[in-house]
Nanobody, 125 residues
């Protein structure tokens, strides 16, 4: 399984970005949660949002609720993170991760089987 993030970049506060996580090697029978994490310089990696294998369930960190939206297109093996109303505090390297984790712990655990290489998001005026 390989995860490749795209869509990062630099935006001004209040702007939007759409991050994509393309997953190759996953099969339709995998019970795979996909989660977006981020890590800012000098800070721990934190869970941002996760989505269940079917796409029916999602969860968000309090810091992004109402601003970020996660979605999943299993036909394309791709998970999206629509990030709106971006703030300077959202600046970080964003990673996607995949694994058979307990959905209720998807933002708290780092015990994922696969990780992407990360992509930079910078929010600055």
């Amino acid at each position: 399984v390989q995860l490749v993030e795209s869509g990062g970049g630099s935006v001004q506060p209040g702007g939007s970005l759409r991050l994509s996580c393309a997953a190759s090697g996953l099969t339709s029978g995998d019970y795979t949660v996909i989660t977006w994490f981020r890590q800012a310089p000098g800070k721990d990696r934190e869970g941002v949002s996760c989505i269940s294998s079917s796409g029916e369930r999602s969860n968000y960190a309090d810091s992004v609720k109402g601003r970020f939206t996660i979605s999943r297109d299993n036909a394309k093996n791709t998970v999206y993170l629509q990030a709106d109303s971006l703030e300077p505090e959202d600046t970080a390297v964003y990673y996607c991760a995949a694994g058979s984790v307990i959905f209720g712990l998807c933002l708290q655990t780092l015990e994922y089987d696969y990780w992407g290489q990360g992509i930079q998001v910078t929010v600055s005026s």
